[in-house]
């Protein structure tokens, strides 16, 4: 299936793997790279809705086409970025990427396994695309952890580039999706006044906001995290395609449908990485992707079952950028704690962050019931 080429494609970056190395050892401060992130996150912010509404104007494709040649530019840039303004525009170049492909891949399957009357089947294979690119993670990740030995940190960043390149050329095989079209497609305001406030939309918020608005921090800084519990660089490709094969068997494990039972793993692992040994603290980053790998495909399910069809891609980036407006909220507290305290105990804020965010789902759980 070309789709599963493709994510499996995009996601064959050794880069990721020495990603924060590589950054520290272009002069970029765990501050700096805080800012990066918050600078990708606004980018988001301000694109995905007009990204959207683009997209369901005008097809898929060239959006997914557009999406990958912008991620395609910002390692471009990388590969010579010395100081923070070129990693901020790698990071600009990112998000503009990231605004594009934002609910415009997953409209495009869901759409096209519609027009042949199996969209009952989008989860399913939801989850077979997301397996393919977690296994080829990992595998980049065993590339990326061997090559450290012998190569500079820069060849990850050139491999991945060329790879970016392939899967820039892989996108143009695609074909456009017919989609449902009563009449006009939607603008934003037909489709804000559609869309009446109802607990279904605010327990996706829920759901969505509690992974989306903490695990961004998980992947980004548990290689300064393991580092800081002594653990050698030399193993970090073993642990992340250990990372990636817990991912993988969450996203197979759809029959264990209890949102609140992977939550609360989820938040305990969480809380548990601020007073973990290293070893202990591999297991529980390890269940944190396990809980992720679950919960991704399902949420993405719930948002294409519930969306508008002349506005998929708009309702999906619509609920893309609450979650980046957490983000950025999360980014702001895991600053605070890691300069008043620690690295460590940042995962205990992530966790509390998370903990409210299911006391809101049960609570609007109950109140419809």
Known sequence: MLW???????????????????????????????????????????????????????????????????????????????????????????????????GALEAHVYETLRMQRIEERFETVWRLISIGGLLTSGLAALVGSYAVRSVDLIWHYHVSWWVLLGTVLLTFFLKEAARE????????????????????????????LLYGATIDFVDEFWQLYLRDQ????????????????????????????????????????????????????????????????????????????????????????????IERLAVLGTGTLFVFVERVFSLQMTYAALGLVSLMLLLLYSVTRMRQN
Not at 5 to 16: N, Q, V
Not at 254 to 267: D, E, H, N, T
Request: charged content about 10%; some cysteine; aromatic content about 14%.
């Open 4 to 102: 599963i080429l493709i994510e499996a494609s995009s996601s064959f970056i050794p880069a990721y793997v020495i990603e924060r190395f590589y950054w520290e050892d272009r002069g970029m401060s765990i501050a700096e790279v805080v800012i990066a992130e918050i600078v990708f996150a606004w980018v988001m912010l301000i694109g995905e809705v007009p990204f959207g509404l683009l997209s369901d104007r005008w097809g898929r494709k060239p959006f997914i086409l557009a999406g990958f040649v912008c991620e395609w530019l910002s390692f471009t840039v990388l590969l010579e970025a010395y100081s923070l303004p070129a990693f901020l525009l790698a990071m600009v170049l990112a998000g503009i990427g990231g605004a594009a492909l934002s």
């Open 181 to 208: 079209q009563d009449g006009e497609t939607s603008s934003l305001k037909t489709l804000l006044n559609g869309i009446s406030f109802r607990r279904v939309y605010v327990r996706i918020l829920c759901l969505v």
């Open 230 to 321: 002594t653990i050698p660089m030399v193993h970090f490709g073993f642990v992340f395609v250990l990372f990636q094969i817990m991912q993988a068997i969450g996203a197979s494990l759809s029959r264990f449908r209890s949102p609140v039972g992977w939550a609360m793993i989820y938040i305990v692992c969480l809380a548990g990485l601020s007073v973990a040994s290293p070893l202990v603290s591999i297991g529980l980053l390890g269940m944190l992707y396990l809980c992720y790998g679950w919960a991704e495909p399902y949420v993405t399910t719930v948002i294409q079952e519930v969306a508008p069809p002349n506005g998929r891609a708009t309702f999906t980036s619509l609920i893309s950028v």
